[in-house]
């Protein structure tokens, strides 16, 4: 069975303050790819980042940047000087075991509020 | 502009009455797929369609059917509708279903009664 979880169902952080959302998985792929989107409370679903597993580097955008641990399978989203338009909710996609890749899989979701 | 366009954003229906809810992209993407959202369990996929009239089961594809006899084109068919289907749903696609990011459809919200 596939197994993603986002152990954190709802966070908080301050404006401008540090925030990590953790998302951790199982496969037994070793290439793959991983995404996290943001649904804010107009509920578009927006690509934030993606990772390529076989890349050492973390990802970064801006000011949202990834911890990649792939013997961990952990795939942790960390948002910096966190805005006010950061609220909302945050879904991993990681990878679903070999086998069923063409499916696809997202975590149950963190819902992230800022405050001032 | 690039975009995934749903029809309806929301419905709300009774138990039984067959709907449809459409979904196109002009992106030329190969890979389509169907979600459900419902609370504190994230998204679910329902179908997803590789290429024209390639289509196979997601996780939760009891009560839905799909069909792609158009690339652009990926609706999604209750055919009896029931309560437990209330739901978000959102429509995705991408040129490849696993190493590209999927683009979203602005989603719709069904109730049905």
């Known amino acids: 069975a596939q197994t993603v979880t986002q152990s954190q169902p709802e966070m908080s952080v301050q404006e401008a303050e540090t925030v990590t959302l953790s998302c951790t998985y199982d496969t037994s792929e070793s290439d793959y790819y991983l995404f996290w989107y943001k649904q804010p409370p107009s509920r578009q679903m927006i690509l934030v980042i993606r990772?390529?597993?076989?890349?050492?580097q973390n990802a970064t955008e801006n000011r949202f940047s990834v911890n990649f641990q792939k013997a961990a399978k952990s795939f942790s989203l960390k948002i910096s000087d966190s805005q006010l338009g950061d609220a909302a909710m945050y879904f991993c996609?990681?990878?679903?075991?070999?086998?069923?890749?063409?499916?696809?899989?997202f975590g149950t979701g963190t819902r992230l509020q800022v405050t001032l | 502009e690039a975009q995934v366009t749903q029809n309806p954003r929301y419905l709300i229906t009774v138990t039984g009455k067959k709907l449809t809810v459409t979904c196109s992209q002009n992106m030329n993407h190969e890979y389509m797929s169907w979600y459900r959202q419902d609370p504190g369990l994230g998204l679910r996929q329902i179908y997803y369609s590789m290429n024209v009239e390639v289509t196979d089961k997601g996780d939760v594809p009891e009560g839905y059917k799909v069909s792609r006899k158009e690339k652009r084109n990926f609706p999604l068919i209750l055919e009896s509708p029931s309560p437990n289907q209330t739901s978000l749903y959102f429509c995705?696609?991408?040129?490849?279903?696993?190493?590209?990011?999927?683009?979203f459809g602005d989603g719709t919200r069904l109730s049905i009664l």
């Open positions: 996609a990681p990878p679903r075991d070999t086998g069923t890749a063409s499916k696809l899989t």
């Open positions: 995705a696609s991408s040129f490849t279903g696993r190493i590209q990011p999927q683009h």
């Open positions: 990772q390529e597993a076989y890349k050492q």
